[in-house]
Nanobody, 117 residues
Framework: QVQLVESGGGLVQAGGSLTLSCTAS????????MGWFRQAPGKERESVAS???????YYVDFVKGRFTISRDNAKNTVYLQMNSLKPVDTAVYYC???????????WGQGTQVTVSP
């Protein structure tokens, strides 16, 4: 069973930066497609970015140019570098893992990101 643990959330002012990390255990990390999602209060969870086993990346429009997803297979870790943060980015951020894009089977517990005006 793959277990995912996120870290790196916190409080930041608008325009600031944060880097989230998600470390996996219990599986072969290099075989996993990884994604970041977020859920704001009162809203549905939404996709933010993903990275394939081969390193191909995908971003939703509202984070393009501001967020960067990357992975370090030697450390079993996926990162989300977030720059130029806005108050609307305030949410709980979750990482997820699965065998193929869209088929996420494993989820982390989430990490809170709060962006103040």
């Amino acid at each position: 069973q793959v277990q995912l643990v996120e870290s790196g959330g916190g409080l930041v002012q608008a325009g600031g930066s944060l880097t989230l990390s998600c470390t996996a255990s219990g599986g072969i990390f290099s075989n996993l497609h990884m994604g970041w999602f977020r859920q704001a209060p009162g809203k549905e969870r939404e996709s933010v970015a993903s990275i394939s086993r081969g390193g191909s990346t995908y971003y939703v429009d509202f984070v393009k140019g501001r967020f960067t997803i990357s992975r370090d297979n030697a450390k079993n870790t996926v990162y989300l570098q977030m720059n130029s943060l806005k108050p609307v980015d305030t949410a709980v951020y979750y990482c997820a893992a699965g065998p193929v894009p869209g088929a996420y089977r494993h989820w982390g517990q989430g990490t809170q990101v709060t962006v103040s005006p």
